[in-house]
């Protein structure tokens, strides 16, 4: 079983810059695959892609944070990081972590995100 614990949500002005994280327990071992989701603006559940890091340090951006957002991670803390700049009012969103050890995914509690002035 696996577990994931988010922090670092909260309030920025436009422009500004937060960082999340998320550090997971529990059995996380070979190939591994860490990201970011985030909620879509309209309504229902579904969430959309952000970023996404696996355990040899390959990233991949969405198109809407590429250039703006750094996904990073601590293998040994068993970590993942979202460093978020240049933040804009449409980033506004709860913001899930992901791991995906084979053969499921696994999320975290998700952490709000308002960008607002």
């Known amino acids: 079983q696996v577990q994931l614990v988010e922090s670092g949500g909260g309030l920025a002005q436009p422009g500004g810059s937060l960082t999340l994280s998320c550090r997971g327990s529990g059995s996380i071992s070979g190939f591994f695959k860490m990201g970011w989701y985030r909620q879509i603006q309209s309504p229902g559940n579904e969430r959309e892609y952000v970023?996404?890091?696996?355990?040899?340090?390959?990233?991949n951006y969405s198109d809407a944070v590429k250039g703006r957002f750094t996904i990073s991670s601590d293998i040994a803390k068993k970590t993942v990081y979202l460093q978020m700049g240049n933040l804009q009012p449409e980033d506004t969103r709860v913001y899930y972590c992901n791991f995906y050890v084979a053969p499921r995914d696994y999320w975290g509690q998700g952490t709000q995100v308002t960008v607002s002035s």
């Open positions: 970023a996404t890091i696996n355990s040899f340090g390959d990233t």
